[in-house]
Nanobody, 121 residues
Framework: QVQLVESGGGLVQPGGSLRLSCAAS????????MGWYRQAPGKQRELVAA???????NYADSVKGRFTISRDNAKNTVYLQMNSLKPEDTAVYYC???????????????WGQGTQVTVSS
């Protein structure tokens, strides 16, 4: 079994910062890309940022220059540093990881349970 456990969400004022963490645990051979998605009420889930196992990153245009994704491969953990937060960043943030559980086995996506981020004064 594989689990992704997120932490770090909460309530913050506009202009503030938060750091999200997501740790993968369980039977894991390798982790490929990891990423963060978000879903606001009444909207579709969207990609916020992603990072490959080699460290290449990509970001949604709406967060470029404000958010930074990073990972610690030794800890199977991905982070999202969010600065200059805006009310429109309010959403449930989900961690995603593409994981291979055994050598030569299939790769599949796993999701965390989600963590609420609310940006409000």
């Amino acid at each position: 079994q594989v689990q992704l456990v997120e932490s770090g969400g909460g309530l913050v004022q506009p202009g503030g910062s938060l750091r999200l963490s997501c740790a993968a645990s369980g039977s894991i051979f390798s982790i490929n890309a990891m990423g963060w998605y978000r879903q606001a009420p009444g909207k579709q889930r969207e990609l916020v940022a992603a990072i490959t196992s080699g460290g290449s990153t990509n970001y949604a245009d709406s967060v470029k220059g404000r958010f930074t994704i990073s990972r610690d491969n030794a800890k199977n953990t991905v982070y999202l540093q969010m600065n200059s937060l805006k009310p429109e960043d309010t959403a449930v943030y989900y961690c995603n990881a593409n994981i291979q559980r055994i050598r030569y086995g299939p790769k599949r996506d796993y999701w965390g349970q989600g963590t609420q981020v609310t940006v409000s004064s």
